[in-house]
């Protein structure tokens, strides 16, 4: 038996990296999972690996519509939904603030913090009709931190922290919980050398991880486990609250000499 065994999950950005891990594992963990994406190649190419308790559609976050015919889709399919992933994102990396344009502005907070609010807005209905359930948030060390050059990958995590306690205070009189997972450095493609270009060398990207007190950065599959262990029963007494896998690095600062 797996500890997702009866579950219905919806996943956005589960065509790779965080997500798909996600999508992996909670299939492997008994769930049934209905997962989007706007990489349709790479989303399907997922569903038919993963098998018949997975199911791939388009899902782009900011449009209500898209929400609103994921969750019709997956009640369709597997019965209504009782847990929600919002993994989709993306970074704007290494531009400051007088820098950044309000177009690149607002594609981050639409995508990272809209996306979230429709997320949670469309599928809690369903969830309420079913009784229960639990929404796991993706926001970020962003989301506790600031960090240079990422103000409006900041703004948006710290809104997703913010979303999270207000759902969670409003919804635990329906049996819904409510967390944010706040990841570290994470080895998936948004954070990849290609993507990220010249707003940060290699070297200085080594070095970042290199003064961490695990010394390295996440694997994926590390983060879904914490977002499947909040999707279990096994966190029933768990709501509005952080969980932060980060590999240590809001302890402070290692010193490389002691």
């Given at each position: ?114 996306g ?54 409003e ?12 990841p ?16 940060i ?31 279990s ?26």
């Amino acid at each position: 038996m797996g500890r997702l065994d009866g579950k219905v999950a919806i996943i956005s950005g589960g065509a790779r990296g965080q997500g798909e891990a996600e999508v992996r594992l909670f299939t492997a963990e008994g769930a049934k999972v209905v997962f989007g994406d706007v990489l349709h190649d790479q989303g399907e190419a997922v569903a038919a690996d993963v098998g018949p308790d997975a199911h791939y559609l388009p899902l782009d976050v900011t449009d209500p519509k898209a929400w609103q015919a994921a969750v019709a889709e997956t009640t369709r399919r597997y019965g209504p939904p009782n847990v929600l992933v919002n993994n989709a994102g993306v970074l704007l990396f290494g531009v400051s603030m007088v820098d950044t344009t309000l177009e690149d502005y607002m594609r981050v907070i639409n995508i990272n913090q809209v996306g979230v609010f429709l997320g949670m807005k469309y599928t809690v209905p369903a969830m309420i009709e079913g009784g229960a359930g639990s929404i796991v948030n993706i926001s970020s060390t962003n989301g506790i931190t600031g960090y240079g050059g990422t103000v409006a990958y900041t703004a948006s995590k710290f809104a997703v922290r913010g979303m999270t306690k207000n759902a969670a205070l409003e919804l635990g009189k329906h049996g819904i919980r409510v967390n944010s997972i706040h990841p570290g450095g994470v080895e998936t493609p948004m954070t990849a050398p290609e993507t990220l270009g010249d707003a940060i060398t290699d070297e200085a990207r080594d070095q970042v991880y290199a003064m961490l007190p695990l010394g390295r950065a996440a694997q994926p599959v590390e983060i879904a486990r914490l977002a499947a262990y909040l999707a279990s029963d096994d966190s029933s007494y768990s709501t509005g609250s952080e969980f932060i896998a980060d590999g240590g690095m809001l302890s402070g600062v290692v010193n490389p000499e002691v």
